[in-house]
């Protein structure tokens, strides 16, 4: 009997200096959906996750709150897990760098590459961005500053052992060059070759002791402790040592990577591992950024979002979907609120939905709930899972989940076409219901590595009970047996923003304040503070095509700043005439909400008074765009 085929998937191991945000969930989401696809190819998988927990922004860190770093990591790292847990990633080990197996075995490695003669003591001289955890040349500077973190970095003069990074330079430009060490995709790996050309430098590879105490001792110099990446990098091999499975799963099949350390994983990391001997990666991926409103998402800037409070508000599934939906793989993307509510509404309540409910419905109808035996296939044969199995091996996760949308589009084409409510032929509607019964089941096999509770809940809603034993292999035409459906409702509820937002805001003020809001609680300076209240001119107004109580208006806010478009309630108070260039107070930095299927981006001031509502607006000498403070 020949042994599985294996697959080992890593995630980056994450920063312990602050919670998880959206970008962290976005790449371990994608690690998870690889995982689950080729364990449905019936291949063993392996798929790791965890935090990098050494170095000087740590420790500085957790200085500053007046803990132990110990304790604070401990913190992050439960932080982490509980996200992951939430977001129902299927990771077979969660690997912590302060973990004393992984420690151990870093320390052998460095001895091992020390009596190589690999590592050697020498002076280095460099600007360092501690938010980084690495040396930056000043080409790198924008303004003297990073450009990731936005500080200036430090010069950086001190004795350190170095790691002959350099030796190693023409052996890797030939692996990348040649595709042994596959980076993907192509315009990462096109850069990683023109930063090599360039010419690699030896690199220092530990810190004194005396100014970084939380690190892991070099084993060969007690006065100074491992630099943070040496540490980190080794976790996807002690990963599998700590679980007695190197030997079956190294080297890693993928491993997925951000864009801001692409240079250092295309680097170091392959340098290290060939000083040591070891097999390299066959793939590393590199997706792209996120931003929020066009600007980087950083934790160092601040603008990050909480997958948990998107999660618990919008819903495990439709946030997996989104992610995978929205952004195609390798390529940046923005996260919009506003754009998740809509493929929830259109794609996974209408179009995922609607075919469930309209198929049970009908089979409760019409053969009070036993489902069809047999059909003739007209249907099912349209799923083309090979095309989507090629999107998946060229980890265009987005593709393949647009390929595995058209034929859930398809089903619902075919029920529109065949008017099964329409029927009174028996045999026949036995066979158009029996169709769309399998190719649920199709889609929801499909479906799992994306939206795993999503297919538990579609299978159960047919009757399946073994459905967690269904692989690829079960997508055979007429190979299960049904009996009856099962508990049936609505898959996904229909968002209303506006309520939704209400709900999301005050369930928010509540964990702030951690109290019931009324109308006569007061609300914090600090919170006031955050409202960013400016003059506009309303430049043009037209009726909601929706709504006959609401208007769109085109909002100026001067010199420098985009136009807003606002929704508004005015319809009925105000003519539109009398709208145009008056000039208004707007809230500017809300979130993005959808009324009626048009998207509002901010807020104006009004009052109401004896059931009349009144515009606030400025004295005429204030300009457009003026801040009220």
């Known amino acids: 009997m020949s042994a599985k085929k294996t697959f080992y998937v890593t995630t980056p191991i994450y920063y312990a200096n602050a919670e998880p945000h959206i970008g962290s969930a976005y790449t371990t989401i994608a690690a998870d959906i690889l995982a689950r696809w080729y364990r449905l190819q019936g291949e063993e998988v392996f798929l790791l996750t965890g935090t990098d927990e050494h170095g000087q922004h740590i420790q500085e860190i957790a200085e500053k709150k007046e803990m132990p770093p110990q304790k604070f990591v401990d913190e992050i790292a439960k932080k982490f897990e509980e996200t992951f847990k939430l977001l129902n990633i299927s990771n077979n080990y969660f690997i912590r760098t302060t973990n004393p197996n992984h420690e151990n075995e870093v320390k052998k490695v460095l001895q091992e590459l020390y009596k190589k003669k690999f590592i050697y003591k020498g002076f280095y001289e460099a600007y360092y961005c501690v938010g980084c955890e690495q040396y930056i040349t000043k080409k790198d500077l924008v303004d003297g500053k990073c450009p990731l973190h936005q500080q200036e970095p430090t010069l950086m003069k001190e004795e350190s052992y170095m790691f002959r990074l350099s030796a190693f330079q023409d052996k890797l430009l030939n692996l990348i060059k040649s595709g042994k060490y596959c980076i993907l995709p192509v315009k990462k790996r096109k850069e990683v070759i023109s930063f ?52 079956k799963f190294w080297p890693p099949t993928v ?48 603008n990050v979002i909480d997958p948990v409070y998107i999660a618990k508000n919008y819903g495990v599934d439709s946030l997996r979907y989104f992610l995978m939906r929205e952004i195609p793989f390798g390529e940046d993307g923005d996260f919009s609120e506003v754009k998740l509510v809509e493929r929830h509404n259109q794609e996974l309540a209408n179009d995922l939905g609607n075919l469930l409910r309209r198929t049970t419905v009908l089979i409760e109808k019409n053969f009070e709930g036993k489902i069809p035996s047999k059909g003739t296939d007209d249907l099912c044969k349209k799923l083309d899972l090979k095309k989507i ?5 060229k980890l265009e996760l987005h593709n393949a989940l647009n390929e595995l949308w058209k034929f859930v589009k398809e089903c619902n ?67 299960y047996k049904y009996s009856s459906i099962g508990k049936t409702k609505v898959l996904f509820e229909k968002i209303d923003v506006v309520q939704k937002k209400a709900k999301m805001e005050e369930e928010k003020m509540k964990q702030e304040h951690g109290k019931e809001i009324h109308q006569e609680d007061k609300i914090p300076f600090a919170e006031f503070q955050k409202i960013d209240l400016r003059v506009g001119k309303i430049t043009k107004v037209q009726p909601h095509p929706e709504a006959d109580k609401l208007y769109i208006l085109l909002v100026d806010l001067g010199e420098g700043e985009h136009d807003i478009q606002l929704v508004a309630g005015l319809r009925g108070h105000y003519k539109e005439e009398e709208l145009i260039n008056k000039e208004i107070v707007v809230v500017r930095n809300l979130q993005p909400a959808v009324l009626r299927g048009v998207e509002s981006q901010g807020m104006l001031l009004a009052a109401e008074f004896k059931g009349k509502v009144v515009l606030i607006s400025p004295e005429k000498l204030i300009e457009t765009g003026a801040k009220i403070r």
């Not at 864009?259 to 792209?288: E, M, Q, S």
Request: no cysteine; proline share 4%; hydrophobic share 40%.
């Open 196 to 247: 090599l050309e360039k010419g690699l430098q030896d690199i220092p590879i530990s810190r004194k002791k005396s100014k970084v105490s939380w690190g892991i001792e070099l084993p060969f110099d007690k006065e100074f402790t491992t630099f943070v990446w040496i540490d980190a990098f080794y976790n996807y091999a002690t990963g599998l040592i700590i679980n007695k499975k190197f030997n």
């Open 413 to 479: 084409k075919y029920v529109n076409d065949k008017e099964p409510w329409n029927v009174k032929d028996k045999k026949k509607l036995s066979n158009i219901l029996y169709n769309l019964t399998e190719s649920l089941r199709f889609i929801a096999i499909v479906l799992q590595p994306f939206m795993p509770a999503t297919s538990e809940e579609i299978a159960q809603q047919l009757g399946i009970k073994d459905f967690e034993k269904q692989t690829f292999k079960d997508l055979k035409y007429g190979k």
């Open 255 to 302: 491993q997925l990577m951000a864009n801001d350390i692409l240079r250092v994983h295309a680097t170091i990391w392959p340098a290290l591992l060939l000083a040591l001997g070891y097999t390299l990666p066959k793939t590393l991926f590199i997706h792209g950024y996120f931003t929020v409103n066009g600007q980087k998402m950083s934790k160092s800037l601040g």
């Open 389 to 393: 199995n090629e999107h998946m091996e």
